[in-house]
């Protein structure tokens, strides 16, 4: 266990001040994150060559079954495809 210092209570909330700090630093570090990873652009892996043969059989494994159906979704005339 580890030797914890020993101080009085100004100590404590100075120290605890500063953690404050650090957590909402963290918090906010972990937002921009959030919001970057969301900015990311989208690949479609149909045009990548992909075949159908290899996303129809990974529809078995679940967390590919929302990929196959967006896949095979009729075509977006607003995209052009």
Known sequence: MPDHKIGTREDWQAARDELAKLEAEHAELGQKVT???RQLPWV???KDGMSRDLLSSSADDPRRCLTVELEEAPS?????T
């Open 35 to 37: 919001e970057q990873r």
């Open 44 to 46: 479609s892996r149909w």
């Open 76 to 80: 977006d005339d607003r995209n052009g």
